[in-house]
C-alpha cells in the first residue's frame, strides 16, 4: 500500500473499483484535522444525499490515563493514526468525490496510477483496507486496556506526597508508563537511594 503523494490529485475520476460492497479506506488528513474533517464529510453526506454509500466515518482512538504533574489522573484518548480517518463506503465516482472534496482531506491511501501524458503525479486509485486491518484496528480499540502516560521524564525533580518518604525531595532515573511507577534517588541518611514510587505519590517541581 502506497502513502498518498503530498500534493493533491486533480478532481476528476480515478479507475475505481465499484463492486457494489462495502469496504473501509483510509484517508489522510491535513495534521490535526481529523475532528474537523469528520465534521464536515459528515455533513457533506447529508448535504449531497450519499448516506446509502458513505456509511461511516471514524477516527480510530484508544483509552490513556495521565498523570499530572501534582500526581492526579486525567482520562483522555489518544488517535491511533494520527493524520488519518477511515471512512466505510461502497466505492463510486459520486461518494469518491464527496470524500476527497472535504475541506483538509488529502487524498485516499492507495496505489498511486501513472499519468498517461505530461509531468507530475498521477491519481491515487484507493485501495480498501483487508478484512484482518479492519479487525485489527477495531479489536485494539475497543478490548486495550488504558495506557498510562506520565507527564514526567528522567531528570525530573519531585517532591513526594504521600507514604514513609513524603516531603522527600529526589530526582527521577527511571519511569515505567505500563507499572504506574518510577525511581527516584532520594537523599536518605544523607546517601542518594533508588526508591521506587507511585505516579500518584509524588508532584514534579520547577
Not at 165 to 170: A, Q, T
Request: glycine content about 8%.
Amino acid at each position: 500500500m502506497t502513502v498518498i503523494p503530498d500534493e493533491a490529485s486533480e478532481n476528476v475520476a480515478v479507475n475505481l473499483d465499484t463492486t457494489g460492497e462495502a469496504h473501509w479506506y483510509a484517508v489522510q488528513v491535513a495534521s490535526g484535522c481529523e475532528k474537523r474533517v469528520k465534521s464536515n464529510l459528515e455533513q457533506r453526506i447529508v448535504s449531497f444525499d450519499v448516506a446509502d454509500r458513505i456509511l461511516q466515518v471514524e477516527i480510530p482512538k484508544t483509552p490513556t490515563v495521565k498523570i499530572r504533574k501534582d500526581g492526579s489522573r486525567q482520562q483522555s484518548e489518544e488517535k491511533v493514526f494520527p493524520g488519518y480517518v477511515l471512512v466505510q463506503m461502497i466505492m463510486d465516482d459520486e461518494a469518491w468525490q464527496v470524500v476527497k472534496n472535504t475541506a483538509n482531506v488529502i487524498n485516499f491511501v492507495g496505489s498511486e496510477q501513472k499519468r498517461g501524458y505530461g509531468r507530475g503525479r498521477g491519481h491515487v486509485k484507493p485501495v480498501p483496507l483487508s478484512f484482518g486491518e479492519v479487525q485489527r484496528i477495531f479489536k485494539q480499540i475497543t478490548e486495550q486496556e488504558p495506557v498510562v502516560k506520565a507527564l514526567l521524564a528522567t531528570g525530573d525533580k519531585i517532591i513526594v506526597l504521600s507514604g514513609p518518604f513524603k516531603d522527600f525531595e529526589g530526582e527521577v532515573i527511571e519511569v515505567s508508563p505500563d507499572r504506574g511507577k518510577l525511581k527516584a534517588l532520594l537523599s536518605i541518611f544523607g546517601r542518594d537511594t533508588p526508591v521506587e514510587l507511585e505516579f500518584n505519590q509524588v508532584q514534579k517541581q520547577g
